[in-house]
Every structure is written in C-alpha cells, then in structure tokens.
Nanobody, 124 residues
Framework: QVQLVESGGGLVQAGTSLRLSCATS????????MAWFRQTPGKAREFVAG????????YYADSVKGRFTISRDNAKKTGNLQMNSLKPEDTAVYYC?????????????????WGQGTQVTVSS
C-alpha cells in the first residue's frame, strides 16, 4: 500500500513557475514508477509526466515537454514536478500517481495508487 499527498498548487500568472511535490508513505522500498496527471472539469484525466523508480528514465506529454521537469528523491520518499513557463491551459487539478503496471505507463488505468490532487490555476 502506498499513500500519496500532493502539495504546492496555487494561483499564478502565465509565464511563471510552480513546483508540485508528492509525499509518499506506506511502502518501505521505492521500486515503483511515479507519474503526474491532470484533469479539468468535464475532461478525462490526462498524463503529464512520468519517471521510473531509479529516476533514470523520464517521459512527458508533448504539451509540457521542455517546460515541465519530473524528478524524485527516494531517500526522502518524494516526487516533484517543476512547472515553468506556465500557460492558462495548464490550469487543472494535478494528481500524483504511483505503481504503474505498464512500462512508462501513460494511462490512468496503469497506476494503482493516487493522491487527492492539488489545484493549479494559471491566469492570463
């Protein structure tokens, strides 16, 4: 069992940066993939970025490639999403996910554990 708690969301202006964090607990080892998804009202949850358990492999949605950076610190049991050059279309609830059943999973159904989400709002 893995528990996830996101933090760091907020209201920012377009062009600025925000850093989301995901604190994990419940499992002693960190040998599982982590990812970030986002969702807006009326739309399906969409993949944003993922990272393998060792941090050596990262993968991104085309919409955020070059602007967002995913990372993790297994010693601190945290995952992070650095979001730069934010755009109004990045506005969403951002979710941390863990334990993918697929290699480099990009579907919500690939992940077993989820956080409660944190709101990110980017004003123009």
């Amino acid at each position: 069992q893995v528990q996830l708690v996101e933090s760091g969301g907020g209201l920012v202006q377009a062009g600025t940066s925000l850093r989301l964090s995901c604190a994990t607990s419940g499992r002693t080892s960190s040998n599982y993939d982590m990812a970030w998804f986002r969702q807006t009202p009326g739309k399906a949850r969409e993949f944003v970025a993922g990272i393998n358990w060792g941090g050596s492999r990262t993968y991104y949605a085309d919409s955020v490639k070059g602007r967002f950076t995913i990372s993790r610190d297994n010693a601190k049991k945290t995952g992070n999403l650095q979001m730069n050059s934010l755009k109004p279309e990045d506005t969403a609830v951002y979710y941390c996910a863990a334990w993918s059943t697929a290699v480099s999973g990009t579907l919500p159904s690939d992940y077993k554990y989820w956080g409660q989400g944190t709101q990110v709002t980017v004003s123009s």
